[in-house]
């Protein structure tokens, strides 16, 4: 192990640490708008250009683009959510800044391979309500907190196609309160695993495939795959996901491409969709009016739709020390209307995303990232099951991120 490789690893353990005690970002559901610093600058693009090596997230055969080198980045995400039912007033959910780290290092290999670690999160459902409006004791809200370990392989095959391959290890830990109102016979198959249960946590594994085309000097190609990842389930909070706390993470898939005008080659423009597929976990997926107990075998969900996502972006290198980046994404309703009392605990409601970003190059061993991202404001509105009236539900959110790279 070299001298660059033994603190990267040190770092990463204390990365993974700080992440398993944030909150994670939401931006498309509760997937974030892209990993890196210069990813999240382009709305979340990247399956198809070149975004660092946390960039390799979206698609693991980019770790052929980078020698060797360590990306490290600080994300603070400030949603703001609010709940407004009718003839009852409007109710502010609280913690409204999250500090969010990652970590990555790419390892060349030779023989036209390369081998890269990643650690970095994702989700964030996250409220916390001071005045329950469901009912119940306390305050009203949930907490999801995911953690993503993922070793990407890339290797080259040849006219222009490289292949990448990424095993990966998850881990999340959810927490509710105030949910009372759902915790007795009849409502749930689990009494007593619903609610204020303190944070359960559990683990899990899946896999991610990449493929990078470069048609020709001015058009890339890109997709990626990501398959569901399987969780152990919540038992703390077996009476309250469907299938006895059954939570796993859902499966995605990226395509793009990016083309460099032949009369400006400082300049790249890149177009993707990204499909996640919420509807595949029912704790997600599932009709919250589904009429069967909290906790049983297609049991009640959140409701929420396989969600698509459109991004264009573009990055402009203005000289050998700056380049710029701007983006905007927009993402398809994630639930209907009758949905709307269930989701005050979760609302995903942003559609559109705009992003401005730059790099800085120090030396050519040293660079200097960062972005800001704005959610526009959008809500969710429909029957309150608690009353005769209606629920509307609102979420905008903002960004800044900074990362630092190191090559040698």
Not at 253 to 280: C, D, H, V
Not at 284 to 292: D, R, Y
Not at 300 to 316: H, I, N, S, T
Not at 383 to 399: D, G, N, R, V
Request: hydrophobic share 40%; net charge negative; proline share 6%.
């Amino acid at each position: 192990m070299n001298t660059y490789q033994k603190p990267f690893l040190g770092a990463s353990l204390a990365a993974g640490l700080a992440l398993a005690a944030a909150p994670a970002m939401a931006t498309t559901g509760y997937f974030s708008n892209g990993t890196s610093v210069q990813s999240k600058g382009m709305a979340g693009a990247g399956v198809s250009i070149g975004t660092g090596v946390m960039g390799a997230a979206s698609n693991p055969a980019f770790g052929l683009k980078y020698p060797n080198q360590v990306d490290a980045c600080l994300a603070a995400f400030m949603p703001s959510r609010s709940v407004t039912i009718t003839g009852f007033g409007t109710f502010q959910s609280d913690n409204e800044f999250f500090p969010v780290p990652c970590i990555g290092g790419n390892f060349q290999l030779g023989n036209g391979s390369t081998l890269g670690v990643l650690v970095y999160g994702n989700g964030g459902m996250n409220t916390d309500y001071p005045i329950n409006f469901f009912g119940g004791v306390g305050p009203l809200g949930v907490n999801l907190e995911q953690l993503f370990v993922q070793v990407n392989y890339a290797t080259e095959v040849g006219n222009g196609v490289t292949l990448g391959f990424a095993p990966i290890v998850a881990a999340q830990r959810f927490s509710a309160t105030g949910l009372q109102a759902f915790d007795a016979p009849g409502f749930t198959t689990a009494v007593g695993s619903v609610t204020d249960n303190g944070d359960d946590w559990s683990v899990g594994f899946g896999a991610q495939i990449g493929v990078l085309i470069e048609a020709s000097p001015n058009l890339t190609f890109g997709a990626s795959v990501r398959s569901k990842i399987k969780m152990d389930p919540f038992e703390s909070y077996a009476g309250l996901f469907a299938d006895a706390g059954d939570f796993d993470i859902p499966a995605s898939a990226t395509i793009g491409m990016t083309f460099m005008p032949p009369s400006n080659s400082a300049l790249k423009i890149t177009a993707e969709w990204q499909r996640i597929f919420y509807s595949g976990v029912g704790a997600i997926g599932n009709s919250s009016t589904t009429p069967l107990p909290l906790g049983s075998p297609g049991g009640p969900g959140f409701g929420w739709k396989d969600m698509d996502v459109f991004r264009l972006a573009a990055e402009y290198e203005v000289n050998s020390q700056w380049t710029v980046r701007g983006g905007v994404s927009y993402n398809t309703e994630f639930a209907a209307p009758i949905e709307a009392t269930f989701n005050a605990l979760a609302p995903a409601t942003p559609q559109l995303h705009a992003s401005i970003g730059g790099t800085y190059r120090i030396n050519n061993r040293r660079e200097i990232h960062m972005s800001y991202t704005h959610a526009f404001d959008n809500d969710l509105s429909g029957p309150f099951l608690f009353a005769p009236t209606t629920i509307s539900e609102q979420m905008s959110q903002h960004e800044i991120a900074v990362g630092m790279t190191w090559k040698w």
